[in-house]
């Protein structure tokens, strides 16, 4: 069964270093995005994506994150320069489509900013 | 942000018996509804969905209700399995949003052999 990857699953690094996060949507998905979940708290929504453009953002999707498709396979979320407060699970998703799809998680990238 | 409420955070079951997790929205905007289990240290699984024009979807244990004019839902397992045991969190979208999910905070199921 096809499957959302994401590497690292692990990430330590220092407040204010730039992270970069992958992932590997279901090949014939066209629908990308990205959430978080602070330990304890919900899984949030940071960001959607489509034909190489930012569909929807949160108010969490500020300036120092970036999305990207530097490939026909990968999708990568970029944090510039780290804070304390950005530690979480990141979780990539992707559907086939953006209204009343399902979004399938792949298995997340636990970042943690010292 | 509580446009989705998971007010129960824990619930424990016998093995066999039904289980039965709720969730409530706020926003009649939402017109798609999830159901996603979550085992720690793993990303969410998408369980089952129902579409705002439904108000019963089945997938073989799992029914999900939806009652919109209590803008009310519920996820029911029936018969419960020790390997249900995990967080099941629903989420809800809206048209024209991006596909942005928003999510409850999660009831962890426990299912007692």
């Known amino acids: 069964e096809p499957e959302v990857t994401q590497t690292p699953s692990h990430q330590v690094t220092q407040m204010g270093q730039e992270v970069i996060l992958r992932c590997v949507p279901i090949?014939?998905?066209?629908?990308f995005y990205w959430y978080r979940q602070i330990l304890g708290q919900k899984v949030e929504f940071l960001v959607s994506?489509?034909?190489?453009?930012?569909?929807?953002k949160s108010e969490i999707f500020d300036d120092q994150f970036s999305v990207e498709r530097p490939d026909g396979s990968n999708f990568t979320l970029k944090i510039r320069s780290t804070k304390l407060e950005d530690s979480a699970m990141y979780f990539c998703?992707?559907?086939?489509?953006?209204?009343?799809?399902?979004?399938?998680f792949g298995p997340g990238t636990r970042l943690l900013v010292l | 942000d509580q446009q989705v409420k998971q007010n129960s955070p824990s619930l424990s079951v016998q093995e066999g018996r039904i289980s039965i997790l709720n969730c409530d929205y706020t926003?009649?905007?939402?017109?798609?509804f999830l159901w996603y289990k979550k085992y720690p240290a793993e990303g969410p699984t998408f369980l089952i969905s129902?579409?705002?024009?439904?108000d019963k979807n089945e997938d073989g244990r799992f029914t999900v209700f939806l009652n919109k004019s209590a803008k009310h839902l519920s996820l029911h397992i029936v018969p419960s399995q020790p390997g249900d045991s995990a967080v099941y969190f629903c989420?809800?979208?809206?048209?024209?949003?991006?596909?942005?999910?928003?999510f409850g905070q999660g009831t962890e199921l426990s299912v007692k052999p």
């Open positions: 989420a809800a979208s809206e048209r024209d949003q991006g596909g942005k999910l928003i």
């Open positions: 090949s014939n998905h066209l629908y």
């Open positions: 998703a992707s559907s086939d489509g953006l209204v009343q799809e399902t979004q399938y």
């Open positions: 129902i579409s705002s024009i439904k």
């Open positions: 926003n009649s905007m939402f017109d798609y």
């Open positions: 994506f489509y034909n190489n453009e930012i569909s929807e």
